[in-house]
């Protein structure tokens, strides 16, 4: 493998790590903004300084909550 390569393959390991991350800490701030309209402002710095951003706007109910943290994975349903 080439220098190139394993660059990339370790850089996609360290995204996907990330991006595991993230989904656990969105699904805690979903439960712990509980009912309501919230508006969510994101914004990502890689270290090479490119930049990503979002805005989310949502409504959340009382209603089950499932979360699937990985594909093909049983979801963690939750009832308030």
Do not use: F, K
């Not at 699904?27 to 805005?55: K, M, Y």
């Amino acid at each position: 493998m080439s220098e190139e390569q394993a660059a990339r393959t370790v850089g996609d390991i360290v995204t996907a790590s990330a991006a595991g991350r993230t989904v656990d800490v969105l699904a805690a701030l979903l439960l712990a903004l509980g009912e309501g309209s919230h508006q969510l402002s994101i914004v990502t710095e890689r270290a090479n300084s490119t930049t990503a951003s979002a805005g989310l706007s949502l409504s959340a109910e009382v209603a089950p909550l499932c979360v699937a943290t990985a594909p093909r994975s049983t979801c963690a349903c939750l009832r308030c």
